[in-house]
């Protein structure tokens, strides 16, 4: 994959992946402000993703994760967090290669479902059969975000949240140029 310079970096995956956690990670070493859509979303709305799922759908719920990645993704030098369902939309995936350099957080399903077996807050998940949800999404999706990535970060299974976030950082600083005016690395 070619250089992408861009001011800004965008986290993209599957739900489950770390995003959030390594975004947080990464930020303040990096130096730019973390953006969760997902927390955008609900502080716009007023109430969490599963009551926007509940309320207007995933198709409500996809218009307003568009609205908030046009919105964020046009700001100079900032982490973007992106929901696992980011690239189900092609104008997302265009955004998303346009506006900054694209981690994609690849973790196997079945990790997933060890960290997801309890948490009740993501519509898309919920059904009797986990793995294979998340088998199922992951089917779906993965060759879009093969289409956005500028650089892959695989799992290590069982991997502290540190020696994620330091494999991230060196994958950055060899496949990221950041763009002039971007905030200087730590």
């Known amino acids: 994959m070619a250089m992408n310079p861009s001011l800004n970096l965008l986290l993209i995956g599957p739900t489950g992946a770390g995003k959030t956690t390594l975004g947080r990670w990464l930020a303040p070493r990096l130096g730019v402000p973390c953006v969760d859509l997902d927390r955008v979303i609900e502080a716009q709305a007023g109430q969490p993703v599963r009551e926007i799922f509940a309320r207007e759908g995933e198709t409500g719920f996809r218009a307003r994760e568009a609205a908030a ?3 964020h993704s046009t700001h100079a030098g900032v982490l973007l967090v992106c929901g696992g369902g980011i690239v189900t939309q092609a104008e997302n995936r265009a955004r998303l290669r346009a506006h900054g350099f694209v981690l994609w ?10 960290r997801l077996a309890d948490d009740t807050t993501r519509p898309l998940l919920a059904g009797a ?3 294979a949800r998340l088998q199922q999404l992951d089917a779906t999706r993965a060759a879009w975000y093969a289409e956005c990535a500028d650089a892959v970060l695989d799992e290590i299974p069982d991997e502290p949240a540190d020696a994620l976030g ?4 060196a994958l950055l600083h060899a496949r990221w ?3 002039a005016g971007a ?3 730590a």
Do not use: C, G, P, Y
């Not at 957080?105 to 997933?112: C, E, G, I, K």
């Open 69 to 71: 990645l046009r919105e």
């Open 105 to 114: 957080l690849q973790v196997s399903a079945a990790t997933r479902t060890r």
């Open 129 to 131: 059969d986990l793995l």
């Open 166 to 169: 330091a494999r991230a950082l």
């Open 177 to 179: 140029q950041r763009r």
């Open 183 to 185: 905030a200087a690395s």
